[in-house]
C-alpha cells in the first residue's frame, strides 16, 4: 500500500512539474516561437519561395516540404527541454526543489513530459499551416495520425539528448547555440527541402548519412502509399535505442548535479 501511494505521488509531482514547464512556455516568448511561430513561418516561407523553382509550384513543392518542415520543427521544439533545464539551474530552482517534498527525479521528467505536449503542439501547427497552403495528402487520416505519433516519438527521442546537454553544458547561451547549428545542419544538409540527388557528391554522401533524411523518407513514404515500410521500423527502433541511451546517460547526469 505504501509503495502504491508513493507512485501515485511521484506521478502527481512528475504531471505537477510538466504543468509548470508548459505555463513558462506559454509566457515565455522565445520558448512558445519555437513552438507554434516557427513552424507556420517557415512553412510559409520556403513553400511559396522555393516552391516555384525545385517543383514549378507551391501545390507541388507541399508534399516534399510538409514532412522537411515537420522534422525541422521537432529539432525545434526539443531543443527546449535542454535550454530550459539550465535556466532552471542557473537561476537556482532546481535548488529549490531539493528542499521540496517531492520525488527526486519529478523535476527531470515533468520537463521530458511535457516535452511530448509541445511537440504536439508544434506538429499540429506545422500540418494544419501545409493543409491551409494546399496541402492534401493521399492516404486515410489514420495514417496522418501514424506520422504524427512517429514525429513526436522522435522529437522526444531527440529531447533526451538535448535535456543531457543541457544538464552538462556551461550556460544556457551554450545549449541555444548547440541546438541552433545542430539543427541547421541536420535540416538543410538532408533531403528535407531539396532533393538529394541535385546535391554535390561530397554533400549527397553527407545527406544520405543524415538521420533525418531516413526520417523524413519514412514519412514521405507513409504519405505516398499508406503503408508502414522498413524505412518506418528502422527510424522506431533508433529512436529507441536513443532514448534507451540517452535516458541512462541524462538521469546519470542529472543525479550527479543534485
Request: hydrophobic residues 55%; glycine residues 6%; without cysteine.
Amino acid at each position: 500500500m505504501e509503495i502504491k501511494k508513493n507512485r501515485i505521488s511521484t506521478i502527481q509531482n512528475i504531471n505537477t512539474m510538466a504543468y509548470r514547464n508548459l505555463l513558462k512556455t506559454l509566457h515565455n516568448p522565445d520558448h512558445l516561437m519555437d513552438v507554434l511561430i516557427q513552424p507556420v513561418m517557415f512553412m510559409i516561407l520556403f513553400g511559396y519561395l522555393f516552391g516555384g523553382a525545385i517543383a514549378g509550384g507551391v501545390h507541388a513543392y507541399l508534399p516534399i516540404i510538409v514532412p522537411g518542415i515537420l522534422i525541422q520543427t521537432i529539432l525545434s521544439a526539443a531543443s527546449g527541454s535542454g535550454t530550459q533545464i539550465k535556466e532552471d539551474m542557473e537561476t537556482g530552482i532546481f535548488d529549490r526543489f531539493k528542499t521540496l517534498p517531492i520525488a527526486h527525479i519529478a523535476p527531470l521528467a515533468g520537463q521530458l513530459l511535457a516535452d511530448i505536449l509541445r511537440l504536439v503542439l508544434a506538429i499540429i501547427a506545422s500540418l494544419t499551416t501545409g493543409y491551409l497552403m494546399g496541402w492534401r495528402p493521399n492516404v486515410a487520416f489514420g495514417w496522418i495520425v501514424v506520422i504524427i505519433l512517429i514525429t513526436v516519438f522522435t522529437g522526444w527521442a531527440i529531447s533526451w539528448i538535448y535535456a543531457f546537454i543541457g544538464l552538462m553544458a556551461k550556460s544556457a547561451t551554450m545549449v541555444e547555440s548547440i541546438s541552433l547549428m545542430t539543427m541547421l545542419l541536420l535540416s538543410f544538409l538532408s533531403n528535407a527541402f531539396i532533393p538529394i540527388n541535385t546535391l554535390p557528391k561530397f554533400l549527397r554522401i553527407i545527406a544520405n548519412l543524415n538521420p533525418m533524411t531516413h526520417v523524413i523518407t519514412a514519412i514521405r513514404q507513409i504519405l505516398a502509399t499508406g503503408t508502414f515500410s522498413n524505412t518506418a521500423w528502422i527510424v522506431l527502433i533508433s529512436d529507441l535505442a536513443i532514448v534507451l541511451i540517452f535516458a541512462s546517460l541524462t538521469v546519470w547526469a542529472y543525479n550527479r548535479q543534485n
